[in-house]
């Protein structure tokens, strides 16, 4: 694998992770407009540097085994309006999550990106099947999903502990030859 990577979409272009893009990550997980639909609390500035500084060491492994990377508006690469990983999870199959900063929800960033990365993990990383874990109340992101072609498989209970509170997630998943955006 090549590093640094950069996949360029339609509206998004994701890359690596800066460590000059900590303000721009403490406004999406320092958020918790941004925070109740993920699977952690809202985060602090330290916080935000210590995510950063760990994507970025990680890009870096031999053989990589996560892609966590920016988000940022097609022409605008400095400034990161949120992210997505894709972890590597079992034989071949990878775990996908992305967040887009409040302000710039409803401009397709989240939905570019998703497909951007699930392209990618399987034309270039070989995955067979990539899942994504959601808040059954995060319709937004049920409908970006399903939009995808992802199918639902199920109902992971108590999946998560965030914002003081178990929650359950939904389990979608996509296999590489189902997949055709």
């Known amino acids: ?84 990983r894709i972890a590597f999870a079992g034989v071949k199959a990878g775990k996908l999550g992305y967040a887009i900063a409040a302000e710039e929800w409803g401009r397709g960033y989240a939905t570019d990106a998703a497909r951007c990365l699930t392209s990618y993990a399987f034309a270039e990383l070989g995955r067979h099947r990539v899942s994504a874990a959601i808040g059954p109340s995060n319709l937004a992101s049920i409908a970006l999903v399903e939009k995808l072609g992802f199918q639902k498989e199920g109902v992971l209970r108590d999946h998560v502990h965030t914002n003081g509170a178990w929650r359950d997630s939904v389990l979608y998943s996509v296999l590489q030859d189902e997949w055709d955006l």
């Open 1 to 84: 694998m090549t590093y640094p990577i950069r996949i360029a979409g339609d509206r998004v272009v994701l890359r690596e992770f800066r460590s000059s893009d900590v303000d721009d990550v403490l406004g999406i997980i320092g958020n918790d407009k941004v925070t109740q639909w993920l699977s952690f609390d809202s985060r602090s500035r330290a916080e935000a540097v210590a995510m950063i500084e760990g994507a970025v060491a990680r890009a870096q492994d031999e053989p990589r085994t996560e892609y966590y990377l920016a988000v940022t508006p097609k022409g605008e690469e400095d400034r990161v309006v949120g992210f997505a």
